[in-house]
Each structure stands twice: as structure tokens, then as C-alpha cells.
């Protein structure tokens, strides 16, 4: 089972800049999806982007162009690189692994956007 940790996440002002970090372990496979999801308080959780195994990345349509993912060469990691915050960016942010039937999530961590 591979196990994922994010990182990275605090209070941000509205125009602000983050990186979240997920470290990822325990027979992570090169053949793998992994990828970024928020959940706002009261809504359900959505993708916010993802990279292949061929390092094709996907992104939401909300966050195309101030939001880059990335990833480590031996997929040991992830990130998220976020700007231009916004308050509807507050969430909590889940790391997401991918593999045929598999799938593992993190525990997440929390990216608050004050005005």
C-alpha cells in the first residue's frame, strides 16, 4: 500500500503564493497517476490536477494558469505550486495515488485564504 503525506499548506493572504508537497512511499509504481484534489467546506472534492506516468499533466479549469503540478523522477514526490490565491481557493488539499485498481490518499492539509 503506498502511503502519501502532504505538506506545505497554512494560512495565505489573497494574492499569495504556496507549494504543497506530497511524499510519496511504499512501492510507488512509474506506471502511476498521481495528482492533486481539494474539498471546500461543504462541497465535495474535486480534482484539481494531475500528472501521468508520461508526464502529461490535466488541470482544472479554475485553477489553469496559476497552479503547476510536478513531480520527482522516481515519483517519490509531488507538488503543487499555487499563486494568485484567491479566497475560493480555500480548501483542504488531498494527494492522490493512482495505479490500475489502486488508489491511496493522503491525509490532506489545509490551505485557508484570508481576504
Known amino acids: 500500500q503506498v502511503q502519501l503525506e502532504e505538506s506545505g499548506g497554512g494560512l495565505v493572504q489573497a494574492g499569495g503564493s504556496l507549494k504543497l508537497t506530497c511524499s510519496a512511499s511504499?512501492?510507488?509504481?512509474?506506471?502511476?497517476?498521481m495528482g492533486w484534489y481539494r474539498q471546500a467546506p461543504g462541497k465535495s472534492r474535486e480534482l484539481v490536477a494531475t500528472?501521468?506516468?508520461?508526464?502529461?499533466?490535466n488541470y482544472a479549469n479554475s485553477v489553469k494558469g496559476r497552479f503547476t503540478i510536478s513531480r520527482t523522477t522516481k515519483w517519490s514526490a509531488i507538488f503543487l505550486q499555487i499563486s494568485s490565491l484567491k479566497p475560493v481557493d480555500t480548501a483542504d488539499y488531498y494527494c492522490?495515488?493512482?495505479?490500475?485498481?489502486?488508489?491511496?490518499w493522503g491525509q490532506g492539509t489545509k490551505v485557508p485564504v484570508s481576504t
Open positions: 500528472v501521468t506516468s508520461h508526464t502529461a499533466k
Open positions: 511504499g512501492g510507488v509504481s512509474s506506471l502511476s497517476t
Open positions: 492522490e495515488y493512482r495505479r490500475l485498481t489502486k488508489e491511496s
